[in-house]
């Protein structure tokens, strides 16, 4: 979750949101296997919803930027922070499923079908979106040089 919207109290919310939704739903849940698929798939609803009330408190100026409040950060690492902020920024310009896409599957690790079943679309849409959310990434990497050593980290140095 605060991998996709970024160090807020909101997140704190939603994960209270995501296990009151657990409690109202266990007795429906009849094999123990479904419930990694299940908290995903809530959590991934949960946060696109605050994606959209962010976007819409932006058109109606609730907040005159549409960025986030800096968060205290102790000055440790520095590069570090730079390229987590670089990150949200080019995360918060892409559509909502790639962006959850990108972060279920690069960042929390999830496998394809469990990107593909949260998002209730089809492997192959789940493998673009992933695919698509990292060239973005990638090309919008150039312009955010403390983000480019860590996107070679991760995705493997395919941006050379």
């Known amino acids: 979750m605060r991998a996709s919207l970024g160090p807020d109290s909101a997140t704190e919310d939603l994960l209270q949101d995501v296990f009151v939704a657990f409690l109202r739903s266990v007795d429906t849940l009849r094999n123990a296997s479904a419930l990694r698929g299940f908290l995903i798939g809530v959590t991934v609803r949960l946060v696109a919803l605050e994606l959209r009330r962010r976007k819409i408190r932006r058109w109606v100026?609730?907040?005159?930027?549409?960025?986030l409040p800096e968060m205290?950060?102790?000055p440790r690492d520095v590069e570090g922070r730079e390229a987590l902020e670089?990150?949200?920024?080019l995360l918060g310009r892409m559509p909502n499923r790639r962006r959850l896409a990108f972060v279920l599957r690069v960042v929390q690790g999830c496998e394809i079908?469990?990107?593909a079943s949260a998002l209730g679309v089809s492997d192959s849409t789940a493998k673009r979106e992933v695919l698509r959310a990292q060239d973005q990434l990638l090309r919008q990497a150039g312009r955010?040089?403390?983000?480019?050593?860590?996107?070679?980290?991760?995705?493997?140095?395919?941006?050379g």
Do not use: F, T
């Open 144 to 159: 955010e040089p403390a983000l480019l050593h860590y996107m070679d980290k991760v995705l493997g140095g395919r941006h």
């Open 72 to 74: 205290p950060v102790a």
């Open 113 to 115: 079908l469990e990107v």
């Open 86 to 89: 670089a990150l949200y920024r």
């Open 61 to 67: 100026s609730l907040s005159p930027s549409g960025s």
